[in-house]
């Protein structure tokens, strides 16, 4: 198994510009989970799903955030607008109910 | 102008010598414990886990204490080698809870000396 894949590794953007995260878990897991993480703030969690379904979005940080998981094997985090506080690494992980998690290797996030 | 970051505890070892990290974990019911590794530009690693009827697991130059009356965890390897340069984070759930929400601690610094 190749693990959790995340795309892009790293995004730099302009303030304002849409931005787009995406992630594929591992074949089988039925939890999916998207973390942001600073130094400030360290690891955060910012929306987890289980089986498709989104279960918890309290941590998202407001409106401008969204993410959205259309089937197994595929999820998306969505900026729009993008705001330099937004700059961060976002980490997508999988795992079976349950049980511990598997991280991607995160996409570094550059709002200029 | 200078950015003020999470200030992570830090332990700096010796090659070769045994390290000890420690977590205080938060819930009391929680069940599950996890160990991470996160290397520089890395996502976290699985490491080694236990479950609250366990007060100690063994893996590869690994160990896991568990002292549910004071909640706390620690991890400790052997034999600290430079690739074990990393932040540590412990994490703690309740075993198949139905939301399968990890807590994550802030996270300790280890930095190996050769």
């Known amino acids: 198994d190749a693990g959790v894949i995340q795309s892009p590794r790293h995004e730099v953007t302009e303030m304002g510009q849409e931005v787009t995260l995406r992630c594929k878990p591992i074949?089988?897991?039925?939890?999916l989970f998207w973390y942001r993480q600073t130094m400030m703030r360290g690891l955060e969690l910012l929306i987890y799903f289980n089986n498709n379904v989104p279960i918890d979005d309290s941590g998202m940080p407001e409106d401008r955030f969204s993410a959205k998981m259309p089937n197994a094997s595929f999820s998306t985090l969505k900026i729009q607008p993008s705001e330099p506080r937004d700059s961060a690494v976002y980490f997508c992980?999988?795992?079976?109910?349950?049980?511990?998690?598997?991280f991607g290797s995160g996409t570094r996030l550059t709002v200029v | 102008g200078e950015s003020v970051g999470l200030h992570l505890p830090t332990l700096s070892v010796q090659e070769g010598d045994n390290s000890i990290i420690n977590c205080a974990y938060s819930n009391s019911a929680s069940d599950y414990f996890i160990w991470y590794k996160q290397e520089s530009g890395k996502g976290p690693q699985f490491i080694i886990d236990?479950?609250?009827?366990?007060d100690k697991r063994q893996g590869q130059r690994v160990t896991v204490l568990l002292n549910k009356t004071v909640k706390h965890l620690s991890l400790q390897i052997a034999a600290t080698q430079p690739g074990d340069s990393a932040v540590y984070f412990c994490?703690?759930?309740?075993?198949?809870?139905?939301?399968?929400?990890?807590?994550f601690g802030k996270g300790t610094k280890l930095s190996v000396k050769p």
């Open positions: 994490a703690e759930n309740k075993w198949g809870g139905s939301q399968g929400n990890l807590i």
């Open positions: 992980a999988s795992s079976l109910s349950g049980g511990g998690y598997t």
């Open positions: 074949s089988g897991h039925n939890s």
């Open positions: 236990i479950r609250s009827n366990m």
